[in-house]
């Protein structure tokens, strides 16, 4: 694997003006965008190389030429190509993680390779609070940074997220906690640098994704192990204590919850699932420290706390406002961060209960006679697609479907055909075009579930799927996308997804 060389080829800000930078990936989701500001307001002439076109970038290119505050003539596109030149004379390349570095001549020709994350943790002096993992990620750092503020901290979030930290570097201080979330390309680009030393890392639950990149489970892991390889005994780790799903832990054995555990040096807190038994759990050695479902004095679901020091678990959540079993651990972590933080526990219960959760996931946007609609386009991994059908305690119109990217569609296809006792059945299918629906049909035709598909357009597939509520008694349902699965060529990229489905979903049921 490959490794950087430890620090920053920059020791200060200052050392930025009058410097040769290439940006490589200007895209479209803000990242490459932030890096073109941020070194343009220091004083560098930036090159902005990508393959996409003028014509495909041109939001992005708008965007810069509007700001009167950038002098855009230290500015120079290289767009549809990039020229081995401009990696060869610039004094950096600030890097798209989504670039692999093995085997690409062009970054082979740099002096030196940064990326946004690696500037930002050179030269920030707040604590870090990252989370890395396979699902629920995004979920959890929006409730972390949501509940610091609503606690009074001044916190910031960015990373993997689409928000670049630079957009807020000289924000920080000691006292303004920063919440990444890192995926594992992004943790890849930080590997020898000794820049992540993370206050507080969270491992959410792993699972296989990005198998088209890595191609087995131990290469994939082992970039995620990164986010607490700098951490030490003052700072804290938290891990999954529940089993892996079948086939998905480490080769070793054990799990991965436990082999994280055993490898960092920072505290360790676990988090779980409700428990049968609460009073074996808390007297398991060795000893269980960290956070876990429980109920409370009037049986109602509540999540509770145990440190090291305290006699008896704390109650830190109660009911949320965001629907899904899987949104209850993601909530669950995020108050155990800010329990961390100093936050008193019924601080974080409150704070938690507010929490509306974010964008793109299981999200609410519209209702229309009755049907609610929910857009959870960020769910990538067939995991997730298949939580996000049992998320609302009842059968549901299920769109789901997209473009494989290496995966099992086994976890996907399980629910939808009653093969995993999943407690409720879709109410009705429709799927979305792609490489993995192709991959999932067969499991559907072979139990004989039906399905509306594939649909090469969201408009003809939410104009059927209108055509079919009009013709149903229908009360309260709830209809779900939930692709669980990517969509290149369709989309730009699950935001784009998103928000695609939101607008056709208002035009074709209108208020």
């Not at 996409?52 to 509007?66: F, G, H, Y």
């Not at 290496?406 to 407690?423: I, Q, R, Y």
Request: aromatic share 10%; proline share 5%.
């Amino acid at each position: 694997m490959f490794s950087y060389k430890k620090g920053c080829v920059f020791t200060t800000l200052y050392d930025i003006k009058g410097k040769n930078i290439t940006v490589m990936g200007l895209g479209l989701n803000g990242g490459g965008e932030a890096c073109v500001r941020f070194f343009l307001r220091h004083g560098a002439n930036v090159i902005a190389t990508d393959m996409k076109t003028e014509e495909q970038l041109k939001p992005t290119i708008d965007r810069l030429a509007a700001d009167p505050e950038l002098d855009v003539s230290h500015l120079t596109y290289r767009l549809g190509e990039h020229r081995i030149e401009d990696f060869e004379n610039a004094d950096c390349v600030i890097k798209n993680p989504g670039v692999k570095i093995e085997g690409n001549k062009y970054l082979a020709a740099a002096k030196a390779i940064e990326t946004d994350i690696s500037i930002f943790l050179h030269f920030t002096k707040a604590p870090i609070i990252a989370v890395t993992g396979s699902k629920g990620k995004s979920s959890t750092v929006s409730a972390i940074n949501y509940g610091l503020n609503k606690a009074g901290f001044t916190a910031f979030l960015g990373g993997n997220i689409t928000v670049s930290p630079l957009t807020f570097l000289e924000k920080t201080t000691e006292k303004t906690p920063v919440v990444l979330e890192l995926s594992s390309w992004q943790l890849a680009d930080l590997r020898g640098r000794g820049t992540l030393k993370p206050k507080i890392s969270v491992i959410t639950k792993i699972v296989p994704d990005h198998q088209n990149w890595y191609h087995a489970m131990e290469p994939y892991v082992a970039d995620k192990r990164l986010i607490y390889a700098d951490q030490t005994a003052e700072d804290y780790s938290i891990f999954d204590y529940c089993a892996d799903e079948p086939g998905t832990g480490p080769e070793c054995g054990g799990t991965w919850g436990d082999y994280f555990a055993g490898e960092t040096k920072a505290k360790v807190l676990r988090y779980a699932n409700v428990f049968d038994d609460e009073n074996k759990m808390l007297n398991s050695s060795p000893a269980f420290y960290g956070v876990f479902q429980s109920a409370d004095e009037n049986g109602k679901f509540c999540g509770k706390v145990i440190l090291p020091g305290m006699k008896e678990p704390e109650i830190i959540m109660r009911e949320l406002s965001v629907p899904g079993e899987h949104m209850k651990i993601n909530a669950l972590n995020a108050a155990l961060v800010l329990r961390l933080m100093g936050v008193e526990p019924e601080k974080c219960a409150e704070i938690m209960h507010s929490w509306p959760g974010i964008d793109h996931r299981l999200q609410f946007f519209h209702e229309k006679d009755g049907v609610r609609f929910y857009n959870d386009s960020c769910a990538t991994v067939p995991e997730a697609a298949a939580a996000a059908s049992q998320s609302f305690g009842k059968p549901v119109y299920f769109l789901t479907g997209g473009t494989d990217k290496g995966l099992s569609l086994s976890p996907l296809a399980d629910c939808l055909t009653g093969k995993d006792g999943a407690e409720h059945p879709v109410k009705s299918l429709y799927l979305l075009a792609g490489t993995a629906t192709e991959k999932l049909l067969p499991s559907l035709d072979q139990a004989k579930v039906k399905y509306n598909g594939p649909y090469n357009s969201l408009k003809d597939m939410l104009s059927d799927l209108k055509a079919e509520l009009e013709a149903s008694e229908h009360k309260d349902d709830v209809v779900v996308f939930s692709p669980g699965a990517t969509s290149f060529g369709m989309f730009s990229n699950e935001f784009d997804r998103g928000n695609k489905y939101m607008s056709a979903v208002k035009e074709i049921f209108k208020q």
